[in-house]
Each structure stands twice: as C-alpha cells, then as structure tokens.
C-alpha cells in the first residue's frame, strides 16, 4: 500500500503544482465552473499514470524471458524495516484524521437542532429527494447528508436576506445537489486521507472546495441580470458578517468563507466572462496531452524499475508442486506448460496465465493451480512478466527442454 503511495508521489506532485500555480489563470482565462472539473485531472491522472500499456508489457516479456533475480537478505530485511515502519506511521494518521472527521460530524449533526418546515416557504421549487430544515444552530444555508440529504436554512433566513437573495442562495445549494459535490467531497477527503503527508495535498483539497462555491456562484448567475449579481455580492457580505469566525459548517453557502475568500468570490462575480471557443479547446488540447505524458511516464517509470531488478534473482520461498491430472498419468502423456505471471512487492504471485503448453489444456489447470500458491521473497517493487516452465514426466529420465527454469514434475 505505502509502495503505491509512494509511485504516485511524482504525478500527483506534478498535478497539483499545475493547478495551484496557474490558478489565477485558469480562473481568469477558463471560468470557474470549467477550473472547477479540472480538478478531475488528478484522479484521473493518477489511474492512468498506474495503468499498463500493452504493447509496453510485450516488451518487457522478452526482458524477462532472459533474465534473472536475485534478493540478497540484507536488502530484503532493510527494505522491510523501512516499509513496515512507514505502513505503521501512515496507518496510525489515516486512522485518526478517519476518526477525528467522523466525530465531528457526529457532534455537528447532534447539534444541529433541526426543524422540518414546509418547502413552500422558500420562494423557489426545490428538487422532490431534498428535505428541507431550519436550525437554530447554523448560521448559512447548508447540504448534509449523505444518503438522505437535506437543505438547512438558520432560523433567521427570511430576516436576513430578501427575496430574490433567498432564491439566489438557495439556487447556490441547488447546485451542489444537482452535481453531487457532497460526494465529490468524500472522495477528495479520500485522496488527503491517503496522501496526508504531502503538503500540497492539503492545499490542493482546501483550493478544491473554494473552487467548487466559485464554480457554483457562476452557475447560479449564468443568465442572471446585473442587478442580481449585485444582490448576491451583498447575500455574501450578510452570511460574512452574520457568521461568528468559529462557527462550524459543512458544505455552505459560505464554505470557507473566510474575508479573504469572500472577497474572491464576490471579484468573481464581478469579472466573470465567458470563455472563448478557442481557449476551452486549447484546455481540452492540454488536459489530453498531460494525461498522455502520465500515461507513458507511468509505464516509463515501471521500466525503469524493472530495469532495476534485471541485476536481481527472483528467488521462490516456497513452491508447491501442480498434482499430475489423473487422465494424463492413465494414458501415459507427458508434456510441458509455460506460465507468465507477476511477483508483487511482497513476493506474492499474481496474473498467472499460459502463454504455452504442449499438449495444450492438458496440464494448464493444475499448473495455474500450483503456481498461484508460490510464494517469492520480498522485492520492494512488483516484477511483472516473469516465465517459468513446469515439465510433466511420468518418470525423471524424460528429458525436455529447459526453457527458463527447469522443474521436473513425477508422478
């Protein structure tokens, strides 16, 4: 697991030094809604920057097919010492940031003190599946829940804001719902989860969030008039000086509405312009050659660390011997299977298949079978594409070809 992590440092760094640094461009030039999904870049870069090519893999069996390994012990055992320690660690933080959010939105929400009010009070339709509450213990409009989700207003919404204000924000809420952010939130607290040791994680996941009430502001006010600009840059004045700098919120009109960010938010509003054709596509244009570039330094990367192992011997812990099928033994057949599969980290073997038997299908099963069952000393690094031959002979005179490694089978 901490391995993974570890690959996935240099793409994810990449990524999100991209989006942070050209951020004010990307505002400015893209818009926020279009800013916004391009934080879909760094999921999607990290699955692609992990996936195989096949034609990248077809080389590297011709690599292995002549190659050996070898793990010395006082490799393995440092390497060992430090994963352990470092799984350890990583564990101990994943766990409590896990246990600190999921206490805290317990407190949250027992305190909540909720009211269910009729959705006719509120000066717009809201979507059937939204439930609507007032709390006297919140001081912004809000989403929680994540199965059944609910609308929440503070007790003195209608005071507060006008009418036009009052569908303005809840249009800003509406918005969140229709997208599904709450659980585009839940997997961005994921990616911190795993990646809490990186400082730009952090920063990444508190620009998302920002983004996402920027990109809704721009939505809500797409084909809106002037004066309804107007009026929601004074809606984010209001919920800014209503709400006391401790108060706790969950995805809010005012989520991480600190002055700083309300002021962003309102420039926003202000200087919001429509992007041009051409700078939409010379964005997709990017996006597509980034993702390409992750992609090839992805399997690069994996050469590379294959390359690392060519000086080492793959040395198995444990093997268990394939049974000879019954019906070949009665018939006196014997033959040879060739099986290519993969060495995980931990010396565990994986993605077995043939590539070659003679007589075929005759000893395919019970070598997968038995070769499933090894087990290989520790590497650090998974070893892909490794072969082995498996020779069936109802006797040890049988002579047969040795093709990579030589294990002779008896009856």
């Keep these: ?59 590297l069996s011709k690599i292995f097919e002549i190659k050996r390994y070898l793990i010395t012990p006082t490799v393995e055992l440092q390497q060992s010492l430090s994963l352990y320690w470092a799984f350890y660690v990583w564990l101990i933080v994943a766990a409590a940031m896990i246990t600190y959010g999921l206490l805290t939105y317990h407190i949250f929400n027992k305190h909540l003190q909720l009211t269910a009010i009729n959705k006719s009070m509120v000066p717009l339709v809201l979507p059937a599946n939204i439930l609507l509450f007032q709390s006297t213990a919140t001081y912004s409009p809000m989403l ?96 800014a000086q209503s709400t006391p700098s401790l108060a706790f919120a969950q995805l809010s009109f005012k989520k991480y509405g600190d002055k700083k960010m309300m002021l962003e938010r309102i420039n926003n509003l202000r200087t919001s312009q429509k992007t041009s054709k051409l700078i939409l596509a010379t964005a997709i244009l990017t996006t597509v050659t980034l993702l390409s570039g992750l992609s090839y330094a992805g ?84 070893v892909k594409s490794a072969l082995v031959q498996l020779d069936f002979s109802m006797d040890e005179s049988t002579k047969h070809e040795n093709l990579i490694e030589r294990i002779q089978i008896t009856k």
């Design 299 to 382: 399997n690069q990367q994996e050469s590379l660390g294959d390359k690392v192992a060519e000086s080492v011997h793959l040395q198995p812990m444990q093997r268990v011997n394939p049974h000879y099928p019954a019906e070949a033994a009665k018939n006196n057949i014997e033959g040879s299977v060739v099986l290519k599969f993969d060495v995980m980290a931990d010396g565990t073997v994986e993605n077995v298949e043939v590539v070659n038997a003679k007589p075929a299908y005759v000893f395919d099963q019970a070598a997968l079978t038995a070769l499933k069952q090894w087990k290989y000393s520790a590497t650090g690094h998974t």
């Design 1 to 59: 697991m901490i391995n993974t992590l570890f690959t996935l440092l240099l793409p994810l760094t990449l990524l999100l030094t991209i989006l942070l640094v050209g951020h004010k461009w990307l505002i400015h030039y893209l818009g926020a809604s279009t800013t916004y999904l391009l934080w879909l870049v760094v999921p999607l870069g990290l699955v692609i920057y992990s996936l195989p090519l096949p034609w990248q893999q077809n080389s």
């Design 144 to 239: 929680v829940g994540l199965v059944e989700q609910k609308l929440i207003i503070p007790e003195d919404f209608f005071e507060l804001y006008s009418s036009e204000q009052q569908k303005l924000i809840l249009e800003h809420e509406i918005c969140h719902f229709d997208r599904n952010d709450i659980y585009w939130n839940l997997v961005a607290l994921t990616f911190l989860t795993l990646f809490w040791f990186h400082p730009l994680a952090w920063l990444g996941y508190f620009r998302f969030r920002q983004d996402q009430e920027l990109s809704c502001d721009q939505l809500v006010l797409a084909r809106k008039p002037k004066e309804s600009r107007i009026n929601y840059s004074k809606a984010l004045l209001v919920a």
